[in-house]
């Protein structure tokens, strides 16, 4: 897997080193989860998922970490996954787990390198992404980046004791080509 590169952050394998980073993310319902399902793992469970996910395209467990270039800090975890048994499309995921590394448009840099990535190595000719309806920052990532909003599922997804609407958005492989970059 390759070192993907921006002018602020990088995305690269995870390693060793950072499963302690990451981790207590995902243990942490305000940072993984505000508007998603939380599952508490445990350490060794976590390990497993990350260093099996190369051999399974369905696996949900992060492939990139997301690290500050600056700084050289991990700030933030990013996947993919084949979302759908017939379907042929990649869903991305994304989390910038240091809650102070979000609204400074590190998250839209990191998703960005991520989809020039898989449109790059693959060949499907649609990425996706669902988020529910209340978050604003992930869809509004989304948009910027030029994914269009394709509709609506209601009551999809169980958090927080109740049933929430997820908004699913794609983009296309000629969409991507076309896009003009963002400012
Ligand atoms: C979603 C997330 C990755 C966005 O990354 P980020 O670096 O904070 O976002 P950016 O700074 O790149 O901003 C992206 C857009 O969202 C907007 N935004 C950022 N934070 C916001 C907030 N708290 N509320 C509303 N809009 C917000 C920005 O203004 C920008 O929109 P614009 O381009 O129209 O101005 C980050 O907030 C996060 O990790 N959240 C928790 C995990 C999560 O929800 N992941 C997505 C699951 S679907």
């Known amino acids: 897997m390759p070192v993907l590169k921006g002018p602020s952050v990088l995305l690269r394998p995870l390693e060793h080193r950072d499963y302690s980073r990451v981790f207590p ?29 190369a051999s399974d395209p369905t696996s949900l467990a992060p492939r990139f970490v997301v690290e500050r270039r600056k700084e050289g800090d991990v700030v933030g975890v990013l996947g993919y ?8 499309f990649l869903d991305i995921w994304y989390v910038l787990g240091d809650p102070e590394a979000r609204g400074h448009g590190l998250g839209r840099e ?12 693959t060949e ?17 990532l989304l948009e910027r980046l030029g994914f269009r909003w394709e509709g609506t599922m209601r009551s999809a997804l169980f ?15 000629a969409e991507w080509a076309a ?5």
């Open 110 to 121: 990191a998703v960005g390198l991520l989809v020039d990535h898989l449109f790059g190595s």
């Open 159 to 173: 958090h927080h004791g109740g049933w929430h609407d997820v908004r699913f958005y794609g983009v296309t492989r």
């Open 124 to 140: 499907v000719e649609r990425i996706g992404a669902t988020c529910d309806v209340q978050n604003e920052a992930s869809y509004r």
């Open 25 to 53: 993310w995902y243990n942490a319902p305000d940072i993984v989860a505000p508007f998603d399902r939380f599952s508490v793992d445990s350490f060794d469970g976590f390990v497993h998922e990350v260093e099996s996910a």
């Open 81 to 88: 996954y084949r979302a759908h048994p017939v379907l042929e």
């Open 179 to 183: 896009r003009a970059p963002p400012i």
